[in-house]
């Protein structure tokens, strides 16, 4: 059974950082693009970034200059660093597999951005 689990999420004061990881098994990671997505309270799920099997990575214009997201193969593990976190980047962040018609999805890590 193919498992991603996040971690890293907690609270933090506005400007902060933090890195989420998400760890994926039984799937062959070196060939899914990845991906973190969130979803706060009362609204849709949203992209945040995308990074693929090659590297090339996409960011929701919201994050661009604050979030980086990156990939270790060698450990089957993306993160996503986030720094200057807002009020507005509280949610819930998961992380997602995917390839052709096929996806994964993780159980999610809450991330409150709060003085």
């Known amino acids: 059974q193919v498992q991603l689990v996040e971690s890293g999420g907690g609270l933090v004061q506005p400007g902060g950082s933090l890195r989420l990881s998400c760890a994926a098994s039984?799937?062959?990671?070196?060939?899914?693009?990845m991906g973190w997505y969130r979803q706060a309270p009362g609204k849709q799920r949203e992209l945040v970034a995308t990074?693929?099997?090659?590297?090339?990575?996409n960011y929701a214009d919201s994050v661009k200059e604050r979030f980086t997201i990156s990939r270790d193969n060698a450990k089957n593990t993306v993160y996503l660093q986030m720094n200057g976190l807002k009020p507005e980047d509280t949610a819930v962040y998961y992380c997602?597999?995917?390839?052709?018609?096929?996806?994964?999805w993780g159980r999610g890590t809450q991330v409150t951005v709060s003085s």
């Open positions: 997602k597999a995917y390839i052709t018609t096929v996806a994964y």
């Open positions: 039984r799937i062959i990671f070196s060939f899914y693009a």
């Open positions: 990074i693929t099997s090659g590297g090339s990575t």
